[in-house]
């Protein structure tokens, strides 16, 4: 399988409703995940960390989900857009096997249901580190952006 990009049907909901509240300029943890080619991810159904969990990559030098830096929210009128970014990752001293992407979640949530997912990314390969550095660089857009 192959591991798919998107924004969860259930974050975007969350933030039309106002259920759960999600404060995305540095006051909430938002977190990373990285995640194997094995996860598919369910835009519809899959709306917690705990959905991820099983496929996530861990190993030597990295841990389970880690802290984004710096999230910000900010809007683009040039391009007309709303984007949520934050810090590129960086890891040195990693041995990792079988990354294909990195899926984003809150992890100050817990009510209704705690660390509602927000977004998956496929990296376009399969990576692998040996006593490596692990970087994650976003988009100029983010990780996440809603045009208007």
């Not at 990559?57 to 830096?69: D, E, K, L």
């Amino acid at each position: 399988m192959t591991m798919a990009t998107g924004v969860y049907g259930k974050f975007l909901l969350a933030c039309g409703t106002g259920s759960p509240n999600f404060q995305l300029n540095a006051v909430d943890t938002v977190k990373l995940a990285l995640t194997s080619d094995a996860f598919t991810p369910n835009f519809d159904t899959h709306d917690r960390f705990t959905d991820i969990a099983p496929n996530e990559v861990v190993g030597t030098g990295w841990t389970a989900a880690q802290p984004v830096g710096s999230p910000t929210f900010t809007q683009d009128t040039t391009l007309n857009l709303c984007k949520f970014s934050g810090a590129a990752v960086s890891a040195a001293g990693t041995t990792l096997t079988g990354i294909r992407g990195v899926n984003l979640f809150d992890d100050t949530i817990v009510t209704p249901f705690p660390d509602p997912l927000m977004s998956a990314i496929n990296f376009g390969a399969t990576y692998n580190t040996n006593a490596g550095t692990l970087s994650i660089t976003w988009n100029a857009n983010g990780f996440m952006y809603i045009s208007y």
